[in-house]
């Protein structure tokens, strides 16, 4: 039995690397409207923590039957996933795993609050390392590695203003980025013409006070967001699971393709050859593997972005995502049929989080 825990405000937690951490609302609210997602990879007989089990619930029956109406996913409207509640009780120490959507200092605090054995958890050296790897410095060391014929990006660490300020005078546009942030903060956008860096020198202080440095990379033309979705077994080796087209509106994600892999590359392809595609996932697949062999097992995820000027250009490397992603959640929807295609998104309404699967 594996015990399936969705917690969204990892990447601010990990930021913070504090283990009495209290997440902001948001954070708090979307664990506790989507915190039956899990249930769509999770098997029969493992156990979901939720905050609310009669929401979560009724919110899985709910979208169990769009997912089969839509996608044809017939089986997970059997499945009778085990949600049980973030409330203190004693766990047995024969559960065999705990997947969370990200490890991070405060979930482990909140699990041995539940009466979970610390001997079932990473311990605090093993998770300093999931933090340190993290950082957009393991991007930025893997990104030069990636690079071939076809492709670009530059990435570079800051602990100074007048770093920062030479880059903008080489590259004439950038983007400032927190080491540690979620999903659309932590940016900042400098341009010699219009966003001098005297306008976000306060920012930057403030990060490098707080995080050590700033990373930072020249602006470029973003014609279209996707990325590769991994796994790491921890030993060495690392499991290609599928490309994952998402959508973005100021770095903030908003919504996933839902389609099989062969169509998935079939609109690549109509930016990026898909041999490229397909020698970059075996480099990361082999230096991911030596990256994380003894230091991290679990889903991960690439970003990447197609760039403008034409021929378009593949950056390969935006960020890492040590965690399970959005993109793994989309893989596990895929359908089977390739005319069949989705858009899943996450909105917001009636002060409320929806996952949302709807027909393209």
């Known amino acids: 039995m594996t015990l399936h825990i969705f917690n969204p405000e990892h990447d601010i937690a990990l930021a913070s690397g504090l283990s009495n951490f209290t997440a902001p609302h948001a954070g708090r609210q979307l664990r506790h409207d989507l915190g039956f997602l899990p249930a769509i990879w999770a098997k029969e007989g493992d156990a979901i923590l939720v905050d609310d089990v009669e929401q979560a619930q009724r919110a899985w029956k709910k979208m169990s039957h769009r997912i089969a109406t839509l996608l044809g996913g017939e089986s997970l409207v059997r499945l009778n996933p085990g949600f049980t509640p973030t409330k203190p009780r004693v766990y047995s120490d024969q559960t065999p795993s705990i997947e969370p959507w990200g490890w991070n200092s405060a979930l482990r605090a909140q699990l041995i609050r539940l009466g979970i054995n610390e001997l079932q958890l990473p311990t605090p050296p093993e998770l300093d390392t999931i933090r340190r790897l993290s950082h957009r410095h393991t991007a930025a060391t893997l990104l030069p590695k990636l690079r071939t014929e076809g492709t670009i990006g ?17 590259y004439g546009q950038l983007v400032m980025k927190a080491p540690w942030s979620s999903s659309g903060r932590g940016l900042r956008f400098l341009s010699v013409e219009r966003t001098p860096f005297e306008q976000q020198a306060g920012w930057f202080r403030n990060i490098v006070d707080a995080q050590g440095c700033v990373m930072v990379e020249p602006y470029y033309n973003k014609v279209k967001d996707f990325g590769m979705e991994f796994f ?12 994952s087209l998402f959508h973005t509106a100021n770095g903030a994600y908003t919504g996933n393709i839902l389609a099989t892999e062969t169509t998935k590359r079939e609109i690549i392809s109509h930016y990026i050859p898909t041999d490229l595609l397909d020698i970059v996932q075996e480099k990361i697949c082999q230096e991911t593997g030596l990256l994380f062999n003894g230091k991290y097992c679990g889903p991960f995820g690439v970003d990447m972005m197609v ?21 793994h959640v989309a893989i596990a929807l895929a359908p089977k049929d390739d005319d069949v295609r989705c858009v899943m998104r996450i909105t917001y309404s009636d002060k409320s989080y929806r996952l949302t699967i709807s027909r393209l």
């Not at 990435?155 to 005078?169: N, P, R, S």
């Not at 060495?236 to 490309?243: A, F, K, R, T």
């Open 154 to 170: 530059e990435m570079f660490e800051c602990q100074t203003a007048g770093q920062v300020e030479e880059l903008l005078a080489k």
């Open 232 to 243: 790491s077994d921890g030993k060495g080796n690392v499991s290609y699971l599928g490309l």
């Open 307 to 327: 760039v403008h000027p034409s021929p378009f250009v593949l950056h390969p490397c935006v960020e890492i995502n040590l965690r399970r992603t959005m993109g």
